[in-house]
Each structure stands twice: as C-alpha cells, then as structure tokens.
C-alpha cells in the first residue's frame, strides 16, 4: 500500500518513455503526455497513483481512455476542419477526459472516488492521471489491459463481464456526448470512434463506472510503477553506456526479433484508426509489422515471428527509446522486441479478441516463445 510520486521533469519522461514502450506503437504521442503531466507538476500538485488497495471496496471507480486515430493530420484535413470551425481547440486532451470525468460523474450521480487508465500508452494513460489531478482524485496503480489496444473490448473488464456503459465523451472543441446505453461493446466502440472522426481528433472517454471491489476483479495491478521502472531502465543504461535493448530483454525475459533500417512506411487514416506496415530490412533479412494503431502482426522473410495479444515493440537502435507508429520514419534505424502477453490476454476470450483471426488473418495465436525457439 502507498504512493508513488513523480517529483521531477526526469521521472515524468522516465514515466512516459515505459508507458509508450507499453503502448506497442500506439497509446497517443508520448511528448503529449509529457505535457499533461508536467502541467499539473508545474502547478504544484502531486503527480502520481495510489496503490489499488488503497480504494475502498464501496467507493466508485471509472476508466478513463482516449479514442481516435493517431495519424498525422493532413492540409487537406486541416482546411476542411475550418469549414466547421474547428481551428482553436477549447481544451488538451487531459482537459477532454477530466470534464468526461464531471460529465460522467453528474450523469449517474455517483461521486467518482479514483481513476484507472484503460491502458498502457505515452499519451492515454498520463492524460488519464491528469484528469484524475484535475478532478482531484487519485489514479491507480494498473490499467485494464497491461499495454495499448485499439478496441475497447479488448480489456479485462470484457473478458470478466463487466457493462461498459453509459460513457461520457468529450472532444477538443467542447462537444459533449453520452453513450447512455449500447447493445454490446463492438457497438460503442463503433459509436466512440464515429465521434472522433467527426471530431477530427481524438476524444477524451470516461466508462466502466464500478465499485472498488469490481474494479480490484479486473485491474492488472501494479502496471503504471511498471512503466515508470522500464522507462527510468532505459534511460539509466544509456547514461551508463551500457546497451539499452539488453538491459531492456534482461529485464522482461523477451525477444530481439529483428533489427534493421525502416526502408518503407504504408499508412492508411481510416474509420478512426491508423493502419499501416513498416518494412524493416536487416543485414539478411526483412521484416514487416503490421499495426492497427499498434503493433500487432510481425513476420520476417514472410514466416510470422510474433502476433497479438503478445507485446511488439519498435525501439531506436542506439537508444532504445520506444517509437511510436507515427513519428516512425523512413530511414530510421530500428530493433523490433516481442514480449509475452499478460495471462489473461492468452485465454481463449482474450485470444478471441486481440489474436490475429480478430484483426482478419488467416492463422492462429501461437506464443511468441513458441514462434521464436
């Protein structure tokens, strides 16, 4: 039980760096995150989480996430967004899901006590600690999926049962929404990215509305001081010349799959997503990662080395600082890393979900300690 505080600008990028490890490619833009929390660090406040027994079992607890593509906008986009008015946003993006957090709030009527980001990301998950701050009630230490996932069913709170709805939204500009009911989840995350979109951007989402002692049946505890301690790893092994992706593998027990130069990028903005392939050639081989905003499939020389829901990372050669898909660049010089999926994600619901039938491919899950002997 305790706290954990970020004090300084470091631990804030420490912080972030392991949350954008985590979000596998996608989870938002991690210099955003950045600024969510050094924001509210700048203000004075306390910038952290609890521990998840610190919730009490009767209090209400709800998820906060960001829905929307990660592409880059284009000039054309961006012209076609004046038409509507859409030039000077109201708020941040931590401002979208703390005033989700309110909305949410006076919706139900129920007081909300804590927050739990819904997953690992540079973006989604210090935005989901700031709106906390901002609302001034704590997060908590784990999310509900122990990376980035780009469906909201893809979590553990689908695969335990639990009702997502109703679910507060709220874009850059100041529009409002609430999902008051839905008939299953595929359908309110159809209707959460619709609103992006026609947002242009992304919206701050606040559902999952549930008592500590439901919320302690399906959070992956623990996670955020996860990321916090492989960023600042990272990090440390730079200062200390030491190599970055060793002391990263050393660390989590995973695989160095590839390593090369990013020779081409195929990228598609599409119904709320970013979708896309990056070709990776090596010194005798070449190798492909598919993302649907994260990573998700990974072949090298066309036999498939690692598929969701286990963990591809992208990270800089040198530095071992994780990528994130759209700052991803030609030319690039780049290690892909596989790691193992949390457990529950390698059941057969959470297989179900976030495997590669899920995503339209024509194979099964195999374990990436399998596909890598």
Request: hydrophobic content about 35%.
């Amino acid at each position: 039980m305790g706290k954990k505080l970020l004090k300084t600008e470091t631990d804030v990028r420490d912080f972030v760096r392991g949350c954008t490890f985590y979000g596998t490619g996608g989870g938002g833009l991690p210099e955003n995150g950045v600024k969510s929390l050094m924001s509210q660090l700048e203000a004075g406040k306390e910038v952290g989480w609890v521990d998840v027994n610190d919730i009490p079992d009767d209090a209400y607890v709800a998820c906060t996430f960001l829905m929307g593509s990660i592409a880059p906008l284009t000039s054309e986009v961006k012209k076609e967004m004046e038409s509507f008015g859409l030039v000077e946003p109201k708020y941040t993006d931590n401002e979208t899901l703390a005033k989700a957090v309110k909305e949410l709030s006076e919706y139900t009527g129920k007081e909300i006590s804590a927050i739990v980001p819904i997953e690992l990301g540079g973006a989604n998950t210090p935005g989901g600690i700031a709106a906390g701050i901002i609302n001034g009630i704590p997060a908590v230490d784990g999310d509900y999926t122990g990376r980035a996932i780009p469906e909201i069913q893809q979590t553990t709170p689908y695969i335990n049962g639990k009702v997502l709805w109703p679910i507060s939204s709220v874009d850059l500009w100041g529009n409002v929404c609430i999902i008051k009911d839905a008939i299953n989840y595929r359908m309110v995350e159809r209707i959460g990215k619709i609103l992006s979109v026609a947002a242009y951007s992304m919206t701050g989402d606040v559902g999952f509305l549930m008592t500590g002692k439901e919320m302690k049946e399906s959070i992956l505890s623990g996670t955020l001081t996860e990321c916090y301690e492989i960023g600042k790893l990272i990090r440390e092994a730079r200062e200390a010349k030491k190599d970055p992706i060793e002391e990263i593998i050393d660390k989590l027990g995973g695989f160095l799959l590839a390593e090369g130069r990013v020779v081409k990028k195929e990228t598609e903005d599409k119904a709320g997503y970013y979708w896309g392939v990056h070709t990776i050639e090596g010194k005798n081989d070449i190798t492909k990662v598919w993302f649907k905003n994260e990573n998700h499939i990974a072949w090298k020389n066309d036999e498939v080395i690692a598929t969701s829901p286990d963990i591809i990372v992208i990270v800089d050669t040198k530095t071992g600082e994780p990528m994130a898909n759209p700052l991803l660049e030609e030319g690039d010089e780049v290690a892909v890393l596989g790691f193992k999926a949390r457990d529950i994600f390698r059941t057969k619901k959470g297989v179900d979900i976030l495997g590669p039938r899920y995503f339209g491919f024509d194979f099964d899950y195999k374990p990436i300690e399998e596909l890598n002997k």
